[in-house]
């Protein structure tokens, strides 16, 4: 199992920034890839950003420019910099690990931390 744990959230003016952390612990060395997903109000939750194993990005069109993802091995750590924040970046924002074993795949999810932009 990987436990995922996310802090950094809070309340922001719009055009400011925050950064979110994710802090994986167990079993970090079969991580594939560690991903921010949100979930605005009335939304589906969607992809914000993804990093793989060997450090490569992909970011959702919405955030392009705006947002960066980031890691620290050494602390286990993914983070998410949020910049030019707007409103309709406001949601609960998910941390997620997909990891493999013996061919099997798997996936844990964080508790969530609120974004709220406030214009």
């Known amino acids: 199992q990987v436990q995922l744990v996310e802090s950094g959230g809070g309340l922001v003016q719009v055009g400011g920034s925050l950064r979110l952390s994710c802090a994986a612990s167990g079993t970090t060395s079969r991580i594939n890839a560690i991903g921010w997903y949100r979930q605005g109000p009335g939304k589906q939750r969607e992809l914000v950003a993804v990093i793989s194993s060997g450090s490569s990005t992909n970011y959702a069109d919405s955030v392009k420019g705006r947002f960066t993802i980031s890691r620290d091995n050494a602390k286990n750590t993914v983070y998410l910099q949020m910049n030019s924040l707007k409103p309709e970046d406001t949601a609960v924002y998910y941390c997620?690990?997909?990891?493999?074993?013996?061919?099997?795949?798997?996936?844990?999810w964080g508790q969530g931390t609120q974004v709220t932009v406030s214009s």
């Open positions: 997620n690990a997909k990891w493999s074993r013996w061919g099997t795949s798997y996936e844990n």
